[in-house]
């Protein structure tokens, strides 16, 4: 049994060495939860140590991809928080409506479901057809899935009523086709849509956008991580831009708290000073 501080060890050893191999950098996500994640991993690649996964990674690209499922779990869900969704139609959407065009980013967009919610949203609101949708993340097998647009017909039961408590204005069975256990959504919700590789961590802006949306992503940086995800998301957003966050994460006590009012303290969205 491996003594904690060898674990420890091994797991900064683990995430050095993926970022010179490989460009990701892990290194100021939170460590309970790359510790987490890695442990689980190394159970589930039957190794012996964290050292051993660590020499498979490395000489085998094909391992490594599958060790960044486990880096990057994806969980999201359709009208995550619906009265997230409420406050943004109908207090977000009207100031929306001024723009002429529209660019959202969706940073950490996991399997899409976040990027679906929004432009069913932007549809009923009359927005979709001049917004273009940015939708990024680090994992490309999640990118791959959110590019189909295909779910489990199991959950989207419970994205219906999300959708309907989220002040959903039609049938949610409109935008989606059933099929063999699955709900396959309408090609047209994605037509103004980029999915795209970038990585909070390394990269860097690449539009001016009018709000941005990284909802459950945070919570797995660091304090030095979240302030550079801000100062990104800052730098994208147009003057009174929109900025919205996951329900357990906050830019009070970031080094960009100041520069963003509170919109809705709940709901955690904030308007860019």
């Not at 904690?4 to 460009?23: G, N, W």
């Not at 831009?241 to 906050?250: A, H, I, Q, R, Y």
Request: aromatic share 12%; charged share 25%.
């Amino acid at each position: 049994m491996q003594r904690t501080s060898d674990v420890d060890i091994e797991i900064r050893l683990l995430i050095e060495a993926i970022y010179l191999k490989y460009s990701y950098d892990f290194r100021d996500y939170s460590g309970a939860s790359v510790k987490r994640r890695v442990l689980h991993a190394v159970s589930q690649f039957e190794c012996q140590t964290i050292s051993a996964l660590q020499e498979r990674v490395l000489h085998d690209a094909g391992a490594f991809m599958q060790l960044l499922q486990y880096l990057t779990i994806p969980v999201s869900s359709m009208f995550r928080d619906p009265e997230h969704f409420l406050f943004i139609r109908r207090e977000v959407v009207p100031l929306l409506k001024t723009y002429p065009s529209l660019k959202i980013w969706i940073a950490g967009c996991s399997t899409g479901e976040e990027v679906y919610s929004m432009a069913i949203l932007l549809r009923e609101e009359g927005l979709l057809e001049r917004t273009i949708i940015y939708a990024t993340d680090i994992n490309p097998a999640s990118l791959e899935k959110a590019k189909v647009g295909i779910y489990s017909m199991e959950n989207v039961r419970a994205y219906t009523e999300n959708y309907q408590r989220a002040g959903g204005q039609e049938a949610f069975s409109n935008y989606y086709t059933a099929a063999y256990g699955n709900a396959i959504f309408d090609s047209s919700l994605r037509d103004n849509v980029t999915f795209a590789d970038h990585s909070l961590a390394t990269d860097s802006v690449f539009s001016e956008t009018q709000l941005v949306s990284c909802r459950n992503v945070l919570i797995y940086f660091n304090k030095n991580l979240q302030d550079r995800a801000f100062g990104l998301f800052h730098e994208s957003l147009c003057h009174r831009g929109f900025l919205v966050l996951g329900s357990k994460e906050t830019l009070d006590f970031s080094a960009y708290s100041a520069r963003f009012e509170t919109l809705a303290r709940p709901e955690r969205i904030y308007r860019k000073l």
